[in-house]
C-alpha cells in the first residue's frame, strides 16, 4: 500500500523541513501538518479496511486530485496502473471535465457528490457507473476525497423498467388492480378507478367483491377457482357483472394472473368493459333465438301442416284407385304418401330443433322431460330430475332457451363422453337467483387441461354470460363432474303475493 505522505509531497515536505530545522516560531506549524498528515493515514487506514470486504471500487485521492489508495482495479486496468495517477488520466476523456468539477465542488463546499455515468472502460461495453464522491475531513478541513465507485448497470436497468411498466399501467386504458389472496385490493391504476367510478386511492384496501354483483358466496366461488388456475401457473378468465360507486352496472371481464411482489404472493386482474359487446352479443342471440323460433313455427305450422294434408289427400286417392282396380297406380300412390310422411318427420324433428323448448316456466319442464327421455331412449342413462320452480317465477325465452341448451350440452356429454350411469338434474330458485346443477358419476376430467376439444364448456358458458349469469365447472379424472349454473330470474310480484296467502 502507498504510504500517504509520499501520496502528498507538499504535506510531507513541509512537515519534514520544519522537524530538521527546528525552527520554534514555526513548531506549531509542524505539528498541525503533522496531525494532518497522520489523520490523512488513518483515513486510508480506515478505507483499507472497509475496502478489503467492499464488493464496490473504494479509492483516496489527495487534494492534487492523485490517486493514493484504490482496493481494487478499475475494469480493463491493474491498481498499478491506476496509483499515483491523476483523476484527470483515470477517467474516460469524455468524462475528465466533469468528473474535474465534481472533485473540486467536494473540495470547496465538504459536501458529498453523487454523479452517475454511462462509461466505457477499454475491452467493454457502456456501462452505468455511480459515483459518491465524499471528503475526507480532519477538523473541519478537507485534506483528501473518497470515491465509491458501483457499477449500477443492472439496477438502473431494472428500475427503468419498473419505471416504464409503472408509466404503462397508469396510461393503460383497461383497468388494473393488485389483490392479496383474500381479495383485498392492494393497487388500483386510474383506469380501474375510473372504470368504476372511485377517487385515487379509495379502492386500496377495499375488498374486490365490492365491484361486483355477485353474492359473498358467488364471489368467494370465483376467488377459489382463480387461485387454483394461478396457484397452477395458469391465467383465469372470468366475466361478471360490475357494480359502479353510484350503483349502475356494466359487463366485465377480468384476466387473473399470479405474482410475487416481495414475499408475499399476489394476483394481478386486467379488466375491460364489454358491456358493448355483450349487448351486441345478446343481440344477436336474441335476433337468432327468434329466427329459430319463427322458422320453426312456419315448419311446424306451414309447410308441416301442408305436407299433412297432401298425405291425407294421397292417401284416399290411393283407397279410391284400389277399388278401382288400380293395383298399379295404388302402389305408386302409396310410395309418394311415405315419402311425404318421411318429410313430416323429419320437419317435425327440425322444428323442434330449431324450438326445443316454450317460454316460461311450463315451457321449460316440458323441455327437461323430453331431454331426460332422449337421453334414455338413445344411450340407456337414466336422468333424475328435479324441477323446483315456483309459479311465480318468470322464464322469458332468451332465458329457457340458454338453460336448456346448458342442461342439454351437459348431459349429452356426461352420456356421451363421460360414460356416466346416473345423472341427477336439479333447478330451484333462491335469492332471486334460479340455478341449474347437473351431477354425473362419469369419468370425469380435468376443467383447466382442456384445450381444443372444450368448445361445448366454452358454449356453456357463453351461454351462461348472455343470460348474465356464470358457470362453474368441478371435476377430477375418476370423479365425475358437477355443472353450476347460476342467472338472476325475474318474479310476478301478483302471483307471489297469492302463493304467500
Not at 504535506?11 to 506549524?29: R, V
Not at 478499475?74 to 471535465?97: N, T, W, Y
Not at 399476489?266 to 329459430?292: F, H, N, P, W, Y
Request: glycine share 8%; hydrophobic share 45%; proline share 3%.
Amino acid at each position: 500500500m502507498t504510504a500517504i505522505l509520499k501520496g502528498n509531497p507538499t504535506i510531507s515536505a513541509a512537515a519534514a523541513a520544519c522537524a530538521e530545522q527546528g525552527l520554534g516560531a514555526d513548531q506549531q506549524l509542524c505539528l498541525e501538518l503533522e496531525r494532518t498528515a497522520q489523520a490523512l493515514r488513518e483515513s486510508q487506514d480506515v478505507l483499507a479496511t472497509v475496502a478489503e470486504s467492499s464488493a464496490v471500487h473504494l479509492a483516496l485521492f489527495d487534494l492534487d486530485r492523485r490517486c493514493v489508495f484504490i482496493n481494487r482495479p478499475l475494469p480493463g486496468s491493474h491498481a498499478d496502473q491506476v496509483l499515483g495517477k491523476c483523476l484527470d488520466d483515470i477517467m474516460p476523456s469524455e468524462l475528465a471535465s466533469s468528473s474535474i468539477a465534481a472533485f473540486k465542488q467536494v473540495v470547496s463546499t465538504a459536501n458529498d457528490v453523487d454523479v452517475t455515468e454511462r462509461i466505457q472502460f477499454p475491452g467493454m461495453p457502456l456501462r452505468d457507473f455511480r459515483m459518491l464522491l465524499r471528503p475526507v475531513l480532519h477538523e473541519g478541513c478537507v485534506i483528501g476525497v473518497a470515491a465509491n465507485v458501483a457499477d449500477v448497470t443492472d439496477t438502473r436497468r431494472e428500475q427503468e423498467n419498473q419505471q416504464l411498466q409503472a408509466n404503462i399501467i397508469e396510461r393503460m386504458r383497461e383497468g388494473v388492480m393488485l389483490l392479496d389472496r383474500n381479495a383485498h385490493i392492494l393497487f388500483a391504476n386510474p383506469a380501474l378507478e375510473a372504470m368504476f367510478g372511485y377517487a385515487p386511492g379509495q379502492l386500496t384496501g377495499a375488498h374486490a367483491s365490492i365491484l361486483s354483483t355477485r353474492s359473498i358466496a358467488g364471489v368467494e366461488d370465483v376467488r377459489r377457482m382463480v387461485l387454483d388456475e394461478v396457484d397452477a401457473g395458469r391465467s383465469a378468465m372470468v366475466n361478471f357483472l360490475g357494480r359502479m360507486r353510484d350503483g349502475r352496472m356494466h359487463h366485465c371481464q377480468a384476466v387473473y394472473s399470479g405474482a410475487r411482489i416481495g414475499e408475499r404472493n399476489c394476483v394481478i386482474a386486467v379488466l375491460m368493459d364489454v358491456s358493448g359487446q355483450r349487448r351486441l352479443q345478446r343481440e344477436l342471440l336474441k335476433v337468432e333465438t327468434r329466427v329459430q323460433h319463427r322458422v320453426g313455427s312456419d315448419l311446424h305450422d306451414g309447410v308441416g301442416q301442408q305436407l299433412a294434408g297432401i298425405a291425407m289427400m294421397l292417401r284416399g286417392l290411393s283407397q279410391r284407385a284400389a277399388g278401382m282396380d288400380g293395383q298399379e297406380l295404388s302402389v305408386q300412390l302409396q310410395r309418394m304418401t311415405d315419402l311425404v310422411n318421411a318429410v313430416l318427420r323429419t320437419i317435425r324433428l327440425m322444428a323442434h330443433g330449431l324450438m326445443p323448448v316454450r317460454s316460461g316456466r311450463d315451457g321449460l319442464l316440458e323441455g327437461f322431460q323430453k331431454l331426460a327421455q332422449h337421453v334414455l331412449d338413445r344411450f340407456g342413462v337414466r336422468v333424475n330430475l328435479a324441477i323446483q320452480l315456483p309459479p311465480f317465477v318468470m322464464l322469458d325465452e332468451n332465458t329457457a332457451s340458454n338453460l336448456y341448451r346448458i342442461a342439454q350440452e351437459g348431459m349429452l356429454n356426461a352420456a356421451r363422453h363421460a360414460q356416466a350411469q346416473h345423472i341427477d338434474v336439479s333447478l330451484s330458485v333462491a335469492n332471486r337467483l334460479v340455478e341449474l346443477t347437473i351431477n354425473d358419476d362419469g369419468r370425469g376430467f380435468d376443467p383447466f387441461s382442456v384445450q381444443g376439444d372444450g368448445m361445448g364448456l366454452r358454449v356453456m358458458h357463453f351461454r351462461a354470460q348472455m343470460i348474465s349469469g356464470y358457470l362453474l365447472v368441478e371435476s377430477q379424472p375418476g370423479e365425475g363432474t358437477r355443472l353450476r349454473c347460476r342467472c338472476p330470474v325475474r318474479s310476478d310480484a301478483r302471483v307471489m303475493e297469492k302463493e304467500v296467502q
